[in-house]
C-alpha cells in the first residue's frame, strides 16, 4: 500500500467551475500535511499547509483536513486556465521529510 | 528575499561519471533536503541535512551522498552514474525548529547517457 495516495486524474474542468483534489495517507502519525503545485518542466510550489482537523481557506483555495479518516483534500474555487498543472500531496510524520502522493494531473479548460 | 538556488539548471554525463549538484537555502532556513523525482517515479525523498549533520536518508544507495557546510548550503555527490540517474534532483529548505514546510528550488535536470 502506497503511504500517500491521490485520485490519479487527469481531472478537467470548465473555467469557474470547482476543482476538488483528494489525498489520503497510511500513517496514523502523519502530523503535517501540504499541497504543492507543479507546472510541468517546473519545480513544485507551495499552496497551502494545514495541520489541524478542519477547514483551512487562502484565497481561491480550501485544505480540508480529517485525521480520523486519514483524509486531506483541496478545493479549487472559481477555476482558471492558469491552474492547469499537477497537484501534489505531501506528508510529514515523524521525520521531517516530505512524503508525496504520485499528483493529480488537473486541466481547467477554457 | 531569495529563494532556494540549485545550480547548474542542466547537466549530461555518461554511465560511470560523478555528478555534483548544488544548493543554496532560503537565508535564514538550516534544514535541506534533497528530491529525487524521474519520470513516472514521483517525488522521492533522498537527504536531508541540518546543521551540519545527516539526519536521514531515503531508500537510496550509497553511492548518493553529500554534505551540507556551515553556510548550511548543501550538495548532492552521486558516484557511478547509472542510466536510471536521470531525472530531476530538487533542494528544498526549512527552519527546523517551528516550521517544517519545505520551500524547493528550480531543481537540476541530470540527464545520463
Known amino acids: 500500500q502506497k503511504e500517500v495516495e491521490q485520485n490519479s486524474g487527469p481531472l478537467s474542468v470548465p473555467e469557474g467551475a470547482i476543482a476538488s483534489l483528494n489525498c489520503t495517507y497510511s500513517d496514523r502519525v502523519s502530523q503535517s500535511f501540504f499541497w504543492y503545485r507543479q507546472y510541468s518542466g517546473k519545480s513544485p510550489e507551495l499552496i497551502m499547509s494545514?495541520?489541524?482537523?478542519g477547514d483551512k481557506e487562502d484565497g481561491r483555495f480550501t485544505a480540508q483536513l480529517n485525521k480520523a479518516s486519514q483524509y486531506v483534500s483541496l478545493l479549487i474555487r472559481d477555476s482558471q486556465p492558469s491552474d492547469s498543472a499537477t497537484y501534489l500531496c505531501a506528508v510529514t510524520g515523524s521525520a521531517r521529510q516530505l512524503t508525496f502522493g504520485s499528483g493529480t494531473q488537473l486541466t481547467v479548460l477554457p | 528575499e531569495a529563494g532556494v538556488t540549485q545550480s547548474p539548471t542542466h547537466l549530461i554525463k555518461t554511465r560511470g561519471q560523478q555528478v555534483t549538484l548544488r544548493c543554496s537555502p532560503i537565508?535564514?532556513?538550516?534544514?535541506v533536503y534533497w528530491y529525487q523525482q524521474a519520470l513516472g517515479l514521483g517525488l522521492q525523498f533522498l537527504l536531508w541535512y541540518d546543521e551540519g549533520e545527516e539526519r536521514n536518508r531515503g531508500n537510496f544507495p550509497p553511492r548518493f551522498s553529500g554534505r551540507q557546510f556551515p553556510n548550511y548550503s548543501s550538495e548532492l555527490n552521486v558516484n557511478a552514474l547509472e542510466l536510471e540517474d536521470s531525472a530531476l534532483y530538487l533542494c528544498a529548505s526549512s527552519l527546523l525548529t517551528g516550521g517544517e514546510t519545505q520551500y524547493f528550488g528550480p531543481g537540476t535536470r541530470l540527464l545520463v547517457l
Open positions: 537565508s535564514g532556513h538550516t534544514s
Open positions: 494545514i495541520y489541524s482537523n
